[in-house]
């Protein structure tokens, strides 16, 4: 089974700054298609998950461009370019390259 | 337009049955890998289980392999979830995900199980 890791755990934050979290799986994501199959997703209090980015890299319609996902095979990072206030909650990444599908544990993103 | 529409939470006794529906309108059961994943209070996101192509395979987390079983009735365009043997700690929302392959996913707004005597 894929084991998905993140980093840091707790984010304090400050509106207007960069924010960035880690993502790592116990295994290689890139499928033979040339696509990693990690998705990024923000839940915030009460509500249900939002999709921020979709294979790795792909922003998802409506979600705010500041929103950025990178990396490849094992390590992946979700980018915040400038921290809004609307921005708190917490973070998963999914793997969705092989069953069981595993989150990551979330990332509590506040504001300081 | 795609909607998911997750009905038959509630309150059930430790060791009770429950079953959740998932009807979907704007894509098709049978052509999409449907999922569950689920929510419990002060807890992550837990992936539970998928159903997916032509021969309805089904794959589940070690947390509910043996007490739950996924299906689908593709004349209804709905996907089940029957949870037996509950215990307290599969209290959690549970929503229903829809995908096909690359494009993004399209997720249920949630039902609540609540499981406690």
């Known amino acids: 089974d894929i084991v998905m890791t993140q980093s840091p755990l707790s984010l304090p934050v400050t509106p207007g700054e960069p924010a960035s979290i880690s993502c790592r799986a116990s295994?290689?994501?890139?499928?033979?298609?040339?696509?990693?199959?990690l998705d990024w997703y923000l839940q915030k209090p009460g509500k249900s998950p939002q999709l921020l980015i979709y294979?790795?890299?792909n922003r998802a319609s409506g979600v705010p461009d500041r929103f950025s996902g990178s990396g490849s095979g094992t390590d992946f990072t979700l980018k915040i370019s400038r921290v809004e206030a609307e921005d708190v909650g917490v973070y998963y990444c999914?793997?969705?390259?092989?069953?069981?599908?595993?989150f990551g544990p979330g990332t509590k993103v506040d504001v300081k | 337009e795609v909607q998911l529409l997750e009905s038959g939470g509630t309150l059930v006794q430790p060791g009770g049955s429950l079953r959740l529906s998932c009807t979907a309108s704007g894509v098709t059961v049978g052509t999409y890998a449907f999922n569950w994943v689920r929510h419990a209070p002060g807890k992550g996101l837990e992936w539970i289980s998928v159903i997916v192509g032509s021969a309805a395979d089904t794959y589940y987390a070690d947390s509910v392999k043996g007490r739950f079983t996924i299906s689908r009735d593709i004349s209804k365009n709905t996907v089940f979830l029957q949870m037996s043997s509950l215990r307290a700690d599969d209290t959690a929302v549970y929503y229903c995900v829809a995908r096909q392959g690359r494009p993004p996913p399209y997720w249920g707004q949630g039902s609540l199980v609540t499981v406690s005597p």
């Open positions: 999914i793997q969705v390259l092989q069953t069981p599908f595993s």
């Open positions: 294979m790795a890299s």
């Open positions: 295994q290689s994501l890139l499928h033979n298609d040339g696509h990693n199959y």
